[in-house]
Structures are given as C-alpha cells and as structure tokens.
C-alpha cells in the first residue's frame, strides 16, 4: 500500500503511479535488506519501515510547498 500510496503524492495519472510505485517497491525493497544486514534487523520490518519514512517524507514535502 505504501508505494502506491506514495506514488499518489506525486503523480496523478495511473500509469504514472503504477511506474513511479513499482520503482519505489524495489528501491525500497534494496534499502530495506541493506538495512536489515547492517542493523541486524528483520527484513519485513526493515522495509516497511524504510516505506513508512518514504511516505512521510513525500507527504511532508508536499504539505510544506502547499501542492495540492
């Protein structure tokens, strides 16, 4: 749901988001086990996490510029 969610921020056509979303679920996905390797951490947990701060990242961005 995160990616998709995430990608909603930023683009407003579906190909747009289904393209943008799928980068962001690898991409995420690559933070996420590096994470977990280097912190010892699950991984499950580590991608979701890394998901979640996306997430807030886009939302506060957009927010702070006001787009809308």
């Known amino acids: ?14 190909r747009k988001v289904v393209i943008v979303a ?3 679920s690898v991409l995420c996905f690559l933070v996420g086990i590096m994470v977990s390797f280097l912190f010892d951490l699950p991984v ?5 996490a890394i998901h ?13 510029l006001k787009i809308s």
Do not use: D, E, N
Not at 44 to 48: C, E, M, N, R, T
Not at 52 to 64: A, G, N, Q, T
């Open 1 to 14: 749901v995160f990616p998709a969610v995430t990608a909603m921020l930023l683009f407003h056509g579906f």
């Open 22 to 24: 799928a980068i962001l």
């Open 44 to 48: 499950g947990a580590s991608v979701v």
């Open 52 to 64: 979640l701060v996306l997430f807030i990242l886009f939302y506060l961005i957009r927010k702070l």
